[in-house]
């Protein structure tokens, strides 16, 4: 199928406040994730060995990358991007009542098709 | 860098009413692709090698893929998604006065770095 109606796509609830909906081809995956009960603290940093680049579709949000003395905050509005490199520590803060990131992984992520 | 402010983006002007910006990892590129002027008739189709899975950030649109017998519509609206195999012929109409798409292709498309 080559197109997903937002309304029609399984939502996954990986956690609290939490929604998760995607679609992918061979070698990425594209995820629309939307955040509510906002503002609140951002989840612990994860990572992955994936590449990801990501596109605010609502903030604000502060996006939170690396650990310890090398950790940079970077507030962003709707419209803004941003990256983490394979294995990068990384999580975002909600700083409004809700939030949507476009994420798109390389390669895909096996681990959401469980 | 692993963030980009939209306001500060370069942007390319590939045609007529169609503004792209992009931000790129080592295997995927996201584009914002922003359309104005319409409604209008579709851009002639095009194909890429790329895979390619895109977020209708502002519809509504219709989503043209393969040619002849085979060519399929589709109307979109904002949150939906589309993908593109690589190869495919496809273009879109802008339905509504301006839309908005964000592209991810894999792999980057090196066409857009000249």
Redesign the interface.
Known sequence: ??????SE?PVARPSKGVERRQ????????T?VDFSGGPRPPDPPHKHPH???S?V?KGPIN?I?GEGDAQ?V?R??T???????SDALHTVELLGKTARL?D???PIREDFLK
Chains 1, 2 share one sequence.
């Open positions: 199928m080559a197109t997903y109606k937002f796509l679609a992918y081809t061979d070698h990425i995956m594209m629309i590449e990801q680049i596109y579709a996006f990358l940079t970077t962003l509005e419209g803004d991007i941003f990256a983490v490199p476009i798109c992984f390389y």
